[in-house]
């Protein structure tokens, strides 16, 4: 199906937005998949990704781009002739058509809105599957269960799709994605983590993750998710919008990424919230929980942040569960001390998913006002004195002694019991010297 371009002069499909001149394009190059998509719902996105097919040369097409632009160049796969040039702000990837005509490529595609072609030299698409009527209804269908066979990642994408773009997914395409589920033990848990990201960086992606665990497509990545952790999820999402709206400055602190470099735009999802959600995918045995998530190839810092959510998590039920008060008004310093020592920068997940697990908003609410009070020495205790300090007032040989006594000093100070460098080191000397 053959069709005139509406006025597209504002979006992605109009090369005067683009970083380097429609000339360098052959004429029988056409943009396709999500950057079409989105153009046709009105979608923009401050980073431009364009997608073309051509039925010769790609390579050399998107290398010569490369060269006159000054811009990076990568072959993504030599065998399928994919290659990817890369400017500021913009990413342009050229791939070999697949099959002897455009129709045929398209056809190879998953859904029917990601196979409409776009010419920008005759401003006309190619719709050969009707994913205008499908976008018009906001609606996800697959174009063949033999495609989503090709390659079963496909089946993650449509729930992760249908959450990005707020679709529905047809009833028939629904039910394949459930019976080919099985298939995704054949994807790699790299790719599986990344259409996961999305899911639980976003709300929308909530019920989502709901489907897919209903649905089975979680039984080979997360064989422990449950009916209630996807209960726990959903009222995690609640709970973080409540301690949000009273505590405003925690949502810098349960938005900000476990890493100051991620590698990748999956990492840039990767916020301490997103990272907390997991748990509502895993046991609670924290051993399971461990192994779950290093077959899935999670980082050793994103593992070490769940497992600590996990154990903050039973701490923290085991001190305040029994109580129905404020936790000052039967929590000591010292227990205190304990619970964010305990926590550290995991604190903000951990009582997100309390709250979701049923602990009352008065009860942790203390705990908040502590953890955001940067001066506090039981939350964010600053040392009075150095090892090395410890070292020369006295006479200590570098040793497990010298951690132990700082442990104590940082201790003492959130109890209130020293505030000073002084009475740090008079402490220090009148422990070690009863031993």
């Not at 431009?48 to 490369?66: C, G, K, R, S, Y």
């Not at 020369?392 to 959130?414: D, F, I, R, T």
Request: proline share 6%.
């Amino acid at each position: 199906m053959l069709l005139k371009s509406p006025l597209l002069h504002a979006s992605v499909l109009s090369p005067q937005h683009w970083p380097f001149s429609l000339e360098w394009l052959p004429k029988s190059a056409y943009l396709v998949g999500g950057c079409v998509r989105d153009a046709l719902l009105g979608y923009a996105s401050p980073y431009l990704d364009l997608d073309f097919v051509l039925p010769e040369n790609p390579v050399q097409t998107a290398q010569a781009i490369a060269r006159h632009y000054r811009a990076g160049f990568v072959v993504l796969d030599e065998a399928r002739q994919i290659a990817r040039v890369v400017f500021d702000g913009a990413t342009a990837d050229f791939a070999l058509q697949v099959g002897s005509t455009l129709t045929e490529d398209l056809q190879r595609r998953d859904f029917t809105v990601n196979a409409i072609a776009y010419s920008p030299h005759t401003q006309t698409f190619v719709d050969p599957l009707n994913g205008q009527a499908d976008l018009k209804h906001r609606l996800l269908r697959m174009i063949s269960a033999e495609n989503l066979q090709d390659d079963p990642l496909r089946l993650m994408r449509a729930f992760r799709q249908a959450a990005q773009l707020s679709f529905s997914v047809e009833a028939k395409t629904r039910a394949q994605l459930h019976d080919l589920a099985p298939l995704l033990s054949r994807v790699a848990a790299e790719r599986i983590r990344v259409e996961m990201s999305y899911l639980l960086s976003h709300t929308a992606g909530t019920p989502w993750l709901k489907a897919l665990c209903q649905d089975g497509l979680l039984e080979h990545s997360f064989p422990q998710a449950t009916a209630s952790g996807m209960v726990l999820i959903e009222k995690m999402d609640d709970a973080e919008a409540e301690i949000i709206t009273r505590w405003p400055q925690m949502e810098v602190l349960l938005h900000r990424t476990l890493s100051d470099r991620p590698k990748s735009g999956e990492g840039v999802r990767r916020t301490v919230f997103a990272t907390a959600k997991l748990v509502g995918l895993l046991p609670a045995d924290v051993a399971i929980a461990k192994l779950t998530l290093q077959s899935m190839k999670y980082s050793r810092a994103e593992i070490n942040f769940v497992l600590m959510v996990l154990t903050g998590l039973a701490q923290l039920q085991q001190e305040l569960r029994p109580n129905s008060g404020s936790f000052n008004s039967f929590l000591s310093k010292r227990q205190q001390y304990s619970l964010f020592r305990q926590m550290r920068e995991a604190f903000p997940a951990v009582v997100v998913v309390a709250i979701a697990s049923g602990l009352s908003l008065v009860s942790v609410a203390p705990l908040i006002d502590e953890y955001l009070n940067p001066q506090s020495p039981i939350a964010h205790p600053k040392p009075l004195v150095t090892g090395q300090a410890l070292m020369g007032a006295l006479a200590l040989p570098s040793g497990p002694m010298v951690g132990k006594l700082l442990l104590a000093l940082e201790l003492a100070q959130a109890e209130g019991k020293i505030s000073t460098a002084q009475e740090a080191l008079t402490l220090a000397q009148r422990i070690y010297s009863s031993g």
